[in-house]
Each structure stands twice: as structure tokens, then as C-alpha cells.
């Protein structure tokens, strides 16, 4: 929180980020390539690689507070100071022959796998959830300049966030799931990145069956009746089926199967 003069003020006591103990939590092969920055504050750790030229290669960023932190279609992402991990990690792609709609699966999976826990899933496209409500999300952009195509991988991770956090959904941190078996946070910082830059390394060459398989193990909407609202406002009620190979949401219903593309809906549970 902030004080009357507007300067930060710890709720509780926090491992500050630091980027040579992140460092130390990469491989050996990662730490050579990549450049890594950590700041007390940013607006954006994902709009602050944006700025970057193009050649800047392999760089990752995390910040202790955001004060524009961005989700999914533009919407604000709150995390106290400390109380989570602000990440963002940007790879020039130029050479790849596109971006699929599967790679923000492709990169959920990855993480989730190294949490390593097994009460976390993943809610189609973005999110990491556990007990029915958000532990986490990955925003994925991909930019153009000087004639070359720039990914930006953002993460937004709950660790121990106050009680009265404002944060306008059911939210948990990993703290709640773990309690004393919480990973020091620059331990989890690397390790997380690492599984991020391994997941690009490998998209292309992991068989899109190999991922849906994985994403299977951990997709919560899978036979759940599902609303669909649409950027206009369309509204689709059906049973979620999976995905299909390009990484779309399967909706089933009123006679008729929908294939939903990320850029394009928000799905909420529907209501009994």
C-alpha cells in the first residue's frame, strides 16, 4: 500500500527480487543469452520490452509493482507490491512461420507443470486457476517493427497477496495452496522463466497432439457448460470440448459446434 505521502509500504515482509539471485536459479545455457532486469516499479514490464529496439534479443523483466499492469483485451491486473511476480519475457520470432493461437496453451502448460501442483489447472486461454478461482494469467503479444516479429510473453502471478487485496474477481495466491512450501520467490521467479524460454525453444518442435494432450491433464472447463461473450456482445451457451488443434475453444450446443479463437471471446461459467 501506499502511505499519505504516496511512498510504498510493506504489509508484510517480502524477498525482494534481485536479478543476480534470479540469475543464479537459470540454466546455464539461458544465462548466457538472456538479459534480465529487475525495477521497484514500472507501468508495464510488458510495455517497457515494447520499447526495446529490435535488436535487443532475449530480455526478460520483472517488476516489483505495476501501475499499469495489463491483462487479457486490455484489462488492469492489481498486484500489491511484493505480492506476486510481475514478469515479462520478450523473443524475436521473425524466423518462426506464425503465432498460433496455441501458444498461449503451450506456455499455461509449462507453467503449471513446473508449479508442480496438482490442485492448479488452467481455464481457456490465459488463466491459471486452483479452487475455482485465479492464481494467475500470460498475456501474449506479438509485435512488428524494422521488419521483424517481436513476441512479448507477460505473466501475472498471485504469491501472498493481503486479504484485502483489490482485485475485482474470486482470486487465490500460492501461498493459500502451499503455506510453508512456498519456494523462495527468486527461486520461483527463475524457474518459471525457464520453464517460459523453454516452451518457446520447443513450440515448434512438440507435435500439436503432444500439446492438447497436456493441456487436457489440466483443462478445467472440459465438459463444463460455458457462456461466451464475443467483442460484439455475441452471447453462446454451450458445453466446453476441449480444443482443436490450432488451440480454439470447442463449444458444443443448440445443434452446432462454435471454434473460438482467444483474441475474440472471455468465457465465464455459465449459471445454473
Given at each position: 500500500m501506499r502511505d499519505q505521502a504516496g511512498m510504498l509500504r510493506l504489509q508484510r515482509p517480502v524477498e525482494l527480487l534481485a536479478e543476480e539471485r534470479i540469475y543464479q536459479a537459470l540454466s546455464e545455457d539461458l544465462r548466457a543469452r538472456l538479459r534480465l532486469h529487475v525495477f521497484p516499479e514500472l507501468d508495464s514490464t510488458s510495455v517497457w520490452l515494447g520499447r526495446l529496439d529490435a535488436d535487443s534479443g532475449d530480455v526478460a523483466c520483472f517488476a516489483e509493482h505495476q501501475s499499469a499492469g495489463r491483462g487479457r483485451r486490455g484489462r488492469g491486473w492489481q498486484m500489491p507490491f511484493g505480492g506476486g511476480l510481475a514478469m515479462s519475457l520478450r523473443r524475436d520470432v521473425s524466423h518462426w512461420p506464425g503465432v498460433p493461437p496455441r501458444l498461449t496453451l503451450a506456455l499455461g502448460v509449462a507453467l503449471?507443470?513446473?508449479?508442480?501442483?496438482?490442485e492448479i489447472g488452467l481455464k481457456w486461454p490465459n488463466d491459471l486457476v486452483a479452487r475455482g478461482r485465479k492464481l494467475g494469467g500470460i498475456l501474449v503479444e506479438l509485435r512488428r517493427r524494422e521488419q521483424r516479429s517481436v513476441l512479448v510473453v507477460g505473466l501475472g502471478l498471485n504469491l501472498a497477496l493481503p486479504a484485502d487485496a483489490a482485485i475485482d474477481q474470486p482470486w487465490i495466491d500460492l501461498a493459500g495452496l502451499m503455506g510453508t512450501g512456498l519456494p523462495p520467490r527468486n527461486a520461483l521467479a527463475g524457474h518459471?522463466?525457464?520453464?517460459l524460454s523453454r516452451a518457446l525453444d520447443d513450440f515448434y518442435a512438440?507435435?500439436?497432439?503432444?500439446?492438447?494432450?497436456?493441456w487436457s491433464r489440466y483443462d478445467v472447463l472440459s465438459g463444463v457448460p460455458v457462456r461466451v461473450t464475443s467483442a460484439m456482445d455475441e452471447v453462446l451457451e454451450g458445453e466446453a470440448r476441449g480444443v482443436d488443434s490450432e488451440g480454439r475453444l470447442r463449444v458444443v450446443g443448440q445443434d452446432r459446434e462454435w471454434l473460438l479463437d482467444a483474441g475474440e471471446v472471455s468465457v465465464r461459467r455459465a449459471l445454473p
Open positions: 503449471a507443470e513446473a508449479l508442480g501442483h496438482d518459471l522463466l525457464e520453464a512438440q507435435p500439436a497432439e503432444t500439446l492438447l494432450a497436456r
